[in-house]
Nanobody, 125 residues
């Protein structure tokens, strides 16, 4: 059974940085693409960033390009999201996710099938 546990969220000011972590278990994660999604209050959960199973391709939504960096540590089964220059509109619950099938690219939200419980990120202006 897949387990994904996010951490690293918090309350910060605009322009600050945070690094989210996701500890994964229950699967050989080195074979799977992973990603981050977020859900703002009153809105649907949306794709933010994804990394291919071999980390050779990374995909970002336009609003975070140049500010966020996704990375995958296959030795420790941990996914990261480094978030720099945070904006108030980045405020959301952030979820870690893993694709359903192995050897994927992590570029399409429809390919993801498991999510963690989420970690809250609040950015004040």
């Amino acid at each position: 059974q897949v387990q994904l546990v996010e951490s690293g969220g918090g309350l910060v000011q605009a322009g600050d940085s945070l690094r989210l972590s996701c500890a994964a278990s229950g699967r050989t994660f080195s074979r799977y693409a992973m990603g981050w999604f977020r859900q703002a209050p009153g809105k649907e959960r949306v794709f933010v960033a994804g990394v291919a199973w071999n980390s050779l391709r990374k995909t970002y939504v336009d609003s975070v390009k140049g500010r966020f960096t996704i990375s995958k540590d296959n030795v420790n089964n941990t996914l990261y999201l480094q978030m720099n220059n945070l904006h108030p509109e980045d405020t959301a619950v952030y979820y870690c996710a893993v694709e359903v099938r192995p050897y994927g690219l992590g570029s399409r939200s429809a390919d993801f099938g498991s999510w963690g419980q989420g970690t809250q990120v609040t950015v004040s202006s």
